[in-house]
């Protein structure tokens, strides 16, 4: 079976992709990244950001919510295991940039492994540590 298989069968990968959202308005961020490169096999949630164009849609879906890190307003579905915002942690991380500069793998965006990698050095918090060093390893 191959990462893309595999991956496409993630029963949140299939969430996201019955919202038939379009792939140019948002990229996934936090640890799905590792997921979709077949650097770990499990992740208990998808953090997606989102153009303002889309957000307009995605503000109907779901239960609203705010960010853990940014206390910004966030949408969720799939019982808070998909979380849409339209941003990434702080103004330094810019939407649009995230989503052109973010990888295609089976018709979704993923944040680049060199932004996830920035990403959880700058919070270095215990859970991120081993993505940490799997990035590095991997040559992130």
């Given at each position: 079976m191959t990462v893309t298989t595999t991956l496409l069968e993630h029963c949140l990968i299939r969430s996201l992709?019955?919202?038939h959202l379009p792939p140019d308005d948002y990229v996934v961020f936090g640890s799905a990244p590792l997921l979709a490169h077949g650097l770990c096999g499990e992740v208990r949630?998808?953090?997606i950001v989102v153009r303002d164009s889309l957000w307009c849609q995605i503000s109907s879906y779901g239960k609203a919510a705010r960010g853990e890190i940014t206390g910004d307003p966030v949408r969720t579905v799939c019982d808070g295991r998909i979380q849409?915002?339209?941003r990434?942690?702080?103004a330094d991380w810019d939407t649009d940039d995230l989503i052109e500069r973010a990888d295609l793998i089976a018709g979704i965006?993923?944040?680049s492994l060199s932004d996830v990698l920035a990403y959880k050095?700058?919070?270095n918090r215990?859970?991120?540590r081993q993505d940490i060093a799997?990035?590095?390893m991997h040559g992130s």
């Open positions: 992709r019955e919202l949630d998808l953090d849409f915002s339209q990434w942690v702080s965006r993923f944040a050095r700058s919070l215990p859970k991120d799997t990035l590095i």
